[in-house]
């Protein structure tokens, strides 16, 4: 990109980033993420600037592509996210008739030689 074409973005970020941004809050309710989405649309708008900045609404262009990071990110699993543990699971209590098909625990043990490996006789 030349020097026209920087200093072309240049102007349509600065006049367009805050714009960009509340589009961005009203999509995700939370103002870091919507600077961060905000971000990833201005880059990804950089690189495309070429063909953008000759079309007649690059502002709606702009906004698709914020849209379009806000789904991608959506789809992603986050780092904070837990997966989820099914909770009445862990309140029930053990059925005693499972557990009668399971081996005794000592007689599992007798199994194992005095080194720690199985015995297999």
């Known amino acids: 990109m ?10 349509f ?6 714009r ?6 009203l999509l995700c309710g939370d103002w870091r993420l919507a600077e961060d989405l ?7 708008l950089y690189v495309a600037w070429r063909r953008i900045e ?12 914020l849209l379009n990071a806000y789904l991608d990110r959506r789809r992603r699993r986050s780092s904070t996210e837990l997966p989820g543990i099914d909770a009445s699971a862990l309140e029930r ?8 098909d399971l081996p005794d625990v000592r007689m599992t043990q007798r199994c194992w030689s005095s080194q720690g490996r199985p015995r297999l006789w």
């Open 2 to 11: 030349g020097p026209q074409g920087r200093e072309g973005f240049t102007e």
């Open 38 to 44: 905000t971000q990833i649309a201005l880059e990804k």
């Open 93 to 100: 209590r053990p059925d005693t008739a499972a557990d009668a």
């Open 54 to 65: 000759h079309t007649d609404q690059p502002h709606a262009h702009a906004r698709r592509v």
């Open 13 to 18: 970020a600065r006049t367009s980033a805050h």
């Open 20 to 25: 960009l941004c509340q589009t961005a809050y």
